[in-house]
């Protein structure tokens, strides 16, 4: 009889082991905007997810759910992780103008200098200057492309004079306020919508990186891209993984160190790599498909430079009636990308 309770009380312990472990088993769907050939997803998402589950002994299953598969319209990605119809996602801040307003000092076109993995570090060395704008959402990392390139469906470019009249998608708000101050017209629109706006002619050209040339098949749809000196470039798009609060912190204590581990700095130095490295394969294809990348000449940039100035005043003075300080904080970012 006592080695009978005692078989009884061992299973019983066994299956109170197995349900906790079972408990602490967790999938994480991830949404996102663009195709599964995308950068994000090929070079970024997937290999990030793979880390984690292998980190985790298996723990932590990752479903990434690329295309806006699990529903709604890019704009909308913000709000699904904040109120938990997705787990993580990974979105444009300016695709919800207003809600990351510190964020957006890292678009400017005076600060962002061309490359990804310089103002990706830089983010991070001020972090708890922006830190604010994530309140409601768990950050894991916020990043930058390359920078905008200029791309268009025919002409040429040698001076601002050339886009004046031009209607350009933009990504974001500081950016139709670049291409206003360029005499220019912008248009905003999620970047998944960009090849049938050229195709049709509602746009004339985009403000983009060469990364999304591939995914997008850009280069079939525009003649001629434009860039600076040394590829200098036309401000940035600032880029963000998310995590629904609540299911960040339900995680077991163990799980949530897996995450943080391959989340902020280590997260955003492979970012910068990956956004830096993929340029030279859309420039490639815009070639080999019969385009032409042209460069602006040193003065050429500086004009273009000159009223981007513009956008930066601008934003300044429309922080004056926010809890910080924008002038202030234009400065800590430009000295963080240049010590980086």
């Given at each position: 009889m006592g080695r009978i309770k005692t078989l009884l009380t061992t299973a019983s312990a066994l299956a109170v082991t197995?349900?906790?472990g079972?408990?602490?088993e967790v999938t994480l769907t991830v949404h996102h905007f663009l195709g599964p050939r995308a950068p994000v997803h090929a070079a970024l998402?997937?290999?990030?997810?793979?880390r984690i589950e292998a980190e985790s002994d298996g723990r932590i299953a990752i479903e990434i759910f690329p295309s806006m598969s699990m529903g709604g319209r890019p704009p909308e990605l913000y709000r699904q992780v904040r109120d938990g119809f997705a787990d993580i996602v990974w979105t444009l801040p300016g695709y919800t103008p207003g809600v990351f307003p510190r964020a957006e000092v890292f678009e400017l076109p005076s600060v962002h200098?061309?490359?990804a993995t310089q103002t990706n570090a830089a983010i991070q060395a001020i972090w708890e200057e922006i830190a604010a704008d994530f309140e409601d959402i768990h950050p894991l990392l916020l990043h930058v492309h390359a920078g905008n390139a200029i791309h268009l469906r025919g002409g040429t470019v040698a001076s601002v004079e050339d886009v004046q009249g031009l209607s350009l998608r933009t990504p974001s708000r500081t950016g139709a306020w670049m291409i206003e101050a360029w005499g220019a017209e912008p248009v905003g629109m999620p970047v998944p919508e960009l090849p049938q706006a050229l195709a049709r002619g509602v746009v004339d050209g985009a403000l983009v990186p060469f990364e999304v040339m591939p995914p997008l098949g850009l280069h079939e749809m525009t003649e001629v891209s434009v860039e600076g000196p040394e590829a200098s470039r036309f401000g940035t798009a600032t880029f963000l993984?998310?995590?629904?609060?609540?299911?960040y912190e339900e995680l077991p204590d163990d799980l949530r160190a897996i995450i943080d581990a391959n989340s902020g700095p280590a997260l955003a130095s492979i970012a910068g790599e990956v956004w830096d490295g993929i340029e030279d394969v859309g420039r490639n294809l815009q070639t080999e498909s019969g385009g032409e990348i042209l460069t602006l000449s040193p003065e050429a940039k500086a004009a273009f430079d000159g009223l981007g100035a513009e956008v930066e005043a601008r934003w300044i003075e429309e922080t004056a009636d926010r809890d910080f300080d924008g002038a202030a904080l234009v400065e800590a970012a430009r000295a963080a990308v240049a010590a980086n």
């Open positions: 197995a349900t906790a079972l408990a602490q998402l997937e290999p990030w997810a793979e200098q061309g490359s993984l998310a995590m629904n609060q609540e299911r």
